[in-house]
């Protein structure tokens, strides 16, 4: 099942063991937003979500960042922190990726096997 978003804002719901945790979220799905990412910016409040996309750097980035990859599913496949300057290898199965700031992820549940839900507004 194909999912396709605009560029915008919405909630990310992590449905984790801990119960359902919800999250800002902004999404990056045009070209334009998911090649600006996180660039520029000191900090973000909640996670940002690039889709399509099965991979990220943090080159020109101003502070390290949990990274989980999601299958088409939005089941996340792996979660990893990057320090700024760094790439990241393509996935296997990702379809999408959720940018948080680092250490942020952990405390929402999120994890490998874990499904997420995204609300748009």
Request: charged letters at 25%; proline letters at 4%.
């Amino acid at each position: 099942m194909a999912r396709r978003w605009n560029d915008g804002r919405g909630k990310l719901i992590v449905q984790g063991a801990a119960g359902a945790v919800t999250v800002p979220l902004e999404l990056a799905t045009s070209y334009r937003a998911r090649t600006k990412g996180l660039l520029g910016r000191d900090t973000i409040d909640g996670a940002m979500l690039l889709s399509p996309a099965s991979s990220v750097h943090t080159f020109r980035m101003r502070f390290p960042i949990d990274v989980a990859y999601l299958d088409r599913n939005l089941k996340i496949v792996a979660v990893h922190t990057m320090k700024p300057g760094r790439l990241g290898l393509p996935r296997l199965r990702s379809r999408h990726v959720l940018e948080a700031g680092a250490g942020v992820m952990a405390g929402w549940g999120v994890e490998a096997g874990v499904r997420v839900v995204v609300e748009t507004e």
